[in-house]
Structures are given as structure tokens and as C-alpha cells.
């Protein structure tokens, strides 16, 4: 599987270079999250030492059922000895979600799905000129415990679509694992003979679960992973009946 590109956005770096200092604190610097005052001034400040008269409003988001975080404030000075700069705004007001991290295509496209177990019938051995070979897939659900940017991860990886290829130029893709005999609902007839090799791709999709969010959704990965795997090769004979004495 291939490794895409993952864009975070500027609010979750920042948020995550708040994280970092959290776990190892640096004394040059120093985080707050308070409200927003005098937003038409040159620059922007917090309300953690008061605001003078206020001169604007800040359109704080509606986040459903959720509550905005208050904006992040970051400050440094140079030496213990020194005093702090101004504070800078590292992010506005957001809603919880936006905090939270995205579990992206390219993400799930590093998890090492187990590709579901295919199987043939007649099994084993040769299969017959103009005789239906009956393929299926077992119906699986793929669970995973991960770790992305720090955070704890439930995943759940889904077979959306199977796609077979019968060794012979022929393809049938559904969204159905298909059934063992007696269904013939997903099958194929071999109309010469040769060597075959059935191979299933499959589609997956997958959704997630943060450990801190509050509300403990599933949400939705955008994207999709793949896997394939293949039966052993087989021959496809023709049946020829002799007349004996």
C-alpha cells in the first residue's frame, strides 16, 4: 500500500505543539486558553489580565451540542530572568472537534489489514469446461487499536466491495462476500481450458474512534484501503466421455 501525503491543518500542529509541552514543559515558555478582547486592535490579546473597554465582537462557532474552546494563548521570554512577551493568539475559537485528530486514507492505508480468506468450489484439484465455479469470501470485520500524533485510536475496517479476477480475463465485482453451495450467486464458467488463478481484491472502509473525545462518535475515514489475495492455481479441464466395450 502506498504512503499518501498527509496535510495537517495550522489549528492541529498547534494544538499539538501544545500537547508537547504538556508532556515536557519548557520555563521559556508558557500557554493559557482564555477569551478574546479588543479584536479591532493592532494585536490581538487575551482577557487574562483584564480588557479595556471593548471595541469589537468575536463570532464565537456553533459547535451542535458541543461547547467552543476558548482561544490558545502562547507567550516566551528569553531567559528565566527576563520578562514574558506579549501574548500571541495560537488558536481561535474552534469547536472540540477540530482539536481532535484526523484519521486520514493515508493513515488507514498503513494498517496491515488481514485480507478475508477466498474460497472456491468444486475445492481443490481441477475445475470443468462450462461447469460453474462458485466463489465467496469469508465476512469479516477488521478491529484495530492505533496511536496517531499521541492520541489512542479505535479503528474498524469494513469489506465494502470484492472484486474477482478468474485467470482468464474475466472480472466480477460486488458488494456481496458471496455463499458457499448450494448458491450460485457469485460464480464464473471457464468456457477452454488452462491453468487459473482466482484473485480477490478488496475494497475496505473504515471509521474511527478518539479516545478524548467526550462524545465517543465513530466517524467516518475518508478513503479507502485494499487488499488482495489469491487461491492456488488450478487447471480447467475439459470432461470427455469414451465409449468402452
Not at 153 to 163: F, K
Not at 164 to 171: A, I, L, N, P
Amino acid at each position: 500500500m502506498r504512503r499518501d501525503k498527509v496535510q495537517l491543518s495550522d489549528t492541529f500542529k498547534r494544538h499539538l505543539a501544545y500537547r508537547a509541552h504538556l508532556a515536557h514543559p519548557d520555563p521559556l515558555v508558557e500557554y493559557a486558553y482564555y477569551t478574546l478582547c479588543n479584536v479591532n486592535s493592532e494585536h490581538l490579546e487575551p482577557g487574562i489580565d483584564g480588557c479595556p473597554p471593548p471595541n469589537g465582537t468575536v463570532s464565537i462557532p456553533a459547535c451542535g451540542d458541543d461547547v467552543a474552546v476558548e482561544p490558545l494563548w502562547r507567550r516566551t521570554r528569553p531567559a528565566v530572568d527576563q520578562d514574558w512577551g506579549p501574548w500571541e493568539m495560537q488558536i481561535g475559537w474552534v469547536c472540540p472537534d477540530e482539536l481532535l485528530p484526523p484519521f486520514t486514507q493515508a493513515d488507514f492505508r498503513q494498517l496491515t489489514i488481514e485480507p478475508p480468506t477466498a474460497h472456491r468450489q468444486p475445492e481443490g484439484g481441477d475445475a470443468l469446461v462450462n461447469r460453474a465455479l462458485i466463489v465467496y469470501a469469508d465476512e469479516v470485520e477488521r478491529t484495530f487499536r492505533t496511536n496517531l500524533h499521541g492520541f489512542e485510536i479505535d479503528v474498524i475496517a469494513t469489506p465494502s466491495e470484492y472484486a474477482w479476477d478468474f485467470g482468464d480475463g474475466s472480472t466480477l465485482t460486488t458488494t456481496s462476500p458471496g455463499a458457499p453451495y448450494p448458491s450460485f450467486e457469485l460464480s464464473h464458467t471457464y468456457e477452454r481450458v488452462l491453468t487459473a488463478t482466482v484473485t480477490l481484491t478488496t475494497t475496505w472502509t473504515g471509521k474511527y474512534r478518539v479516545d478524548e473525545d467526550p462524545d465517543g462518535e465513530w466517524r467516518d475515514i475518508e478513503g479507502t484501503g485494499e487488499t488482495t489475495t489469491s487461491l492456488d492455481p488450478f487447471d480447467v479441464v475439459e470432461l470427455r466421455t469414451r465409449l468402452t466395450d
